[in-house]
């Protein structure tokens, strides 16, 4: 018969046994060779898949907050370095995200704040709410900003730092070095005395104290160091050293290029904080001191409105307000350093 296999027998101690043949399938006839165990496995994690079981492997799909503070954080760009910098530990991700809790949570409280504020004095419930939500998403995506923004700020703040006192440092270190002092110990008694530039040179003092030659210790405070000015001068005291030049004549040639630009940037402050106090002079003294003397004597002749104490008082706020602003304004600008 047609597909029909004949039974095999053997004789064992004068008795016949018949031979069972091997079962055999069309399924199995794929399932031969090498790659037979991938596609099991293959198969079995689609099935375990498709029935929620992976065997611990979870294909959930991230949720919508968790792609926005993803896509949050790769917009900041150097945060990583500064999270490093000031010693921030956990990841980036992690750090925007308690910066998004906190936001918030300020928010939330001072919108819920103003909402009550508002209804209690007698505004109608609907316009305390929309106000109060309105300031709260204000003041939720200032502070998140802010919050972002502190640690390159915090960066920033520590380079003026070192900037203000670096050429002191420099000059020192020539000094020194002309003295006939090696470099190391130059830099050793530098380290101390002239405030957060003396903190980067005890960086390199460490690094060599700890077995490391000074070159590669100037490298690696120069690669994790905010100040531009203290990055230039080291760097050309490690090129010096590395070719055999004259480290002397290098640092002093950066030291003359710095001056040069700080030269520049006081003109250049000084041409700001002319047109700054003009400004100042006219909205800050003039227009107030005239303007309310002006309305005050309008007022008596044509009642346009009345002057009293609380228009007196508004007015008083917006001068100190202004008077914040300007002076900010000012302290902002003007240079950090020293010359």
């Given at each position: 018969?047609?597909?029909?296999?004949?039974?095999?027998?053997?004789?064992?101690?004068?008795?016949?046994?018949?031979?069972?043949?091997?079962?055999?399938?069309?399924?199995?006839?794929?399932?031969?060779?090498?790659?037979?165990?991938?596609?099991?496995?293959?198969?079995?994690?689609?099935?375990?898949?498709?029935?929620?079981?992976?065997?611990?492997?979870?294909?959930?799909?991230?949720?919508k907050?968790?792609?926005?503070?993803?896509n949050?954080?790769?917009?900041?760009?150097?945060?990583?370095?500064?999270?490093?910098?000031?010693?921030?530990?956990?990841?980036?991700?992690?750090?925007?995200?308690?910066?998004?809790?906190?936001?918030?949570?300020?928010?939330?409280?001072?919108g819920?704040?103003?909402?009550?504020?508002?209804?209690?004095?007698?505004?109608?419930?609907?316009?305390s709410?929309?106000?109060?939500?309105?300031?709260?998403?204000?003041?939720?995506?200032?502070?998140l900003?802010?919050?972002?923004?502190?640690?390159?700020?915090?960066?920033?703040?520590?380079?003026?730092?070192?900037?203000?006192?670096?050429?002191?440092?420099?000059?020192?270190?020539?000094?020194?070095?002309?003295?006939?002092?090696?470099?190391?110990?130059?830099?050793?008694?530098?380290?101390?005395?002239?405030?957060?530039?003396?903190?980067?040179?005890?960086?390199?003092?460490q690094?060599?104290?700890?077995?490391?030659?000074?070159?590669?210790?100037?490298?690696?405070v120069?690669?994790?160091?905010?100040?531009?000015?203290?990055?230039?001068?080291?760097?050309?005291?490690?090129v010096?050293?590395?070719?055999?030049?004259?480290?002397?004549?290098?640092?002093?040639?950066?030291?003359?290029?710095?001056?040069?630009?700080?030269?520049?940037?006081?003109?250049?402050?000084?041409?700001?904080?002319?047109?700054?106090?003009?400004?100042?002079?006219?909205?800050?003294?003039?227009?107030?001191?005239?303007?309310?003397?002006?309305?005050?004597?309008?007022?008596?002749?044509?009642?346009?409105?009345?002057?009293?104490?609380?228009?007196?008082?508004?007015?008083?706020?917006?001068?100190v307000?202004?008077?914040?602003?300007?002076?900010?304004?000012?302290?902002?600008?003007?240079?950090?350093?020293?010359?």
């Amino acid at each position: 018969m047609l597909w029909k296999r004949e039974k095999k027998t053997i004789e064992v101690d004068g008795k016949t046994i018949e031979l069972q043949p091997k079962p055999k399938s069309f399924a199995n006839i794929f399932a031969r060779g090498p790659s037979a165990a991938p596609q099991k496995a293959a198969h079995g994690l689609m099935a375990a898949s498709e029935a929620g079981q992976g065997g611990g492997i979870d294909f959930k799909k991230p949720t919508k907050i968790k792609l926005y503070i993803e896509n949050l954080a790769a917009k900041q760009k150097g945060l990583e370095v500064a999270l490093i910098d000031n010693g921030v530990k956990g990841s980036v991700y992690d750090f925007v995200r308690r910066m998004l809790i906190a936001s918030a949570m300020l928010g939330g409280a001072i919108g819920v704040s103003l909402a009550l504020i508002f209804f209690k004095m007698g505004l109608p419930t609907l316009t305390s709410v929309l106000v109060g939500v309105a300031l709260g998403f204000a003041v939720f995506y200032t502070g998140l900003q802010n919050f972002l923004k502190f640690p390159l700020q915090k960066g920033k703040k520590s380079a003026k730092l070192i900037d203000r006192d670096i050429l002191f440092a420099s000059r020192d270190l020539i000094i020194s070095l002309r003295s006939g002092m090696p470099l190391f110990n130059a830099v050793t008694s530098i380290s101390t005395g002239y405030g957060e530039a003396s903190k980067e040179f005890a960086k390199i003092v460490q690094k060599v104290q700890l077995g490391a030659p000074l070159t590669n210790a100037i490298d690696e405070v120069i690669a994790t160091s905010r100040s531009d000015a203290f990055k230039r001068l080291m760097l050309q005291a490690s090129v010096s050293i590395k070719s055999g030049a004259d480290v002397v004549e290098a640092l002093k040639s950066v030291i003359d290029e710095l001056m040069i630009e700080r030269t520049i940037g006081l003109r250049r402050y000084g041409q700001k904080l002319n047109a700054v106090a003009m400004f100042y002079m006219l909205f800050g003294i003039i227009f107030p001191s005239m303007g309310v003397a002006v309305i005050t004597i309008l007022t008596t002749f044509i009642a346009i409105f009345t002057i009293d104490y609380t228009t007196l008082a508004v007015t008083l706020v917006g001068l100190v307000f202004l008077q914040v602003v300007f002076l900010e304004l000012i302290r902002s600008s003007r240079p950090s350093f020293t010359m």
